[in-house]
C-alpha cells in the first residue's frame, strides 16, 4: 500500500513531467510507452564507522510513464533504506521516491541516498559494493557502485 504522501508526490511529478515534456520529441518520434530506467553515477562513500555506510547514484527514465523506487538491496548490508537529509542536518527515512517520465531521480550528498545499515563487512576505498534497485513497474536493476574516499565529491 502506498503512503498518501508518497502517491502525492508521484503524481504531481508525473503531470509536471507530462506537462513539460508534451507527447513527443522535436524529431517526431514518441517517447516509449512504459517507464525505461538507467542508472549512472553510482557511488558508495568509504564509511568512517563499521556498521553503516550511504550509497548515491542517479537513475533517469527516458520512458514515457513515471516509475517509483519502492526499495534496495545490497551485498554488504542486513538492511538498505532510503533516506534525506532534512534541512537542520538531521537524516529521516524516506518512502518510495517518483522516477518521472522524462525526467531523473537524483541522489546525492545533502539529499536522498541509500543508507546501508548492519554491514557485513566495512567497505574500502577500491571495493565495489552490489545496490539492486527495485520499482513499483520495471524490473529491477543491479548496480555495482564502486567505494569511494570518504572526502569524494562528484562533479556537479
Known amino acids: 500500500m502506498r503512503r498518501p504522501a508518497a502517491a502525492l508526490a508521484a503524481l504531481v511529478l508525473t503531470a509536471g513531467t507530462a506537462a513539460a515534456c ?3 520529441g522535436s524529431d517526431g518520434k514518441e517517447a ?5 530506467l538507467a542508472v549512472s553515477g553510482a ?7 563499521p556498521d553503516m555506510a550511504a550509497g548515491y547514484f542517479t537513475i533517469a527514465n527516458t ?11 545490497s551485498d554488504i548490508a542486513e538492511h538498505a533504506t532510503v533516506h534525506t537529509t532534512k534541512a537542520n542536518g538531521a537524516m529521516a527515512e524516506a518512502g518510495p521516491l517518483a522516477v518521472p517520465a522524462g525526467g531523473r531521480l537524483v541522489l546525492r550528498t545533502g539529499g536522498y541516498h541509500v543508507m546501508l545499515m548492519d554491514l557485513k563487512r566495512k567497505p574500502r576505498t577500491g571495493d565495489t559494493v552490489t545496490l539492486t534497485l ?9 548496480v555495482q557502485a564502486p567505494v569511494r574516499p570518504a572526502s569524494y565529491r562528484p562533479e556537479q
Do not use: Q
Request: proline residues 14%.
Open 134 to 142: 527495485r520499482f513499483a513497474t520495471s524490473s529491477p536493476i543491479t
Open 43 to 49: 557511488y558508495v562513500k568509504e564509511p568512517p564507522m
Open 22 to 24: 508534451g507527447s513527443g
Open 63 to 73: 520512458g514515457g510513464k513515471a516509475d517509483t523506487l519502492t526499495g534496495v538491496t
Open 32 to 36: 516509449p510507452a512504459g517507464p525505461r
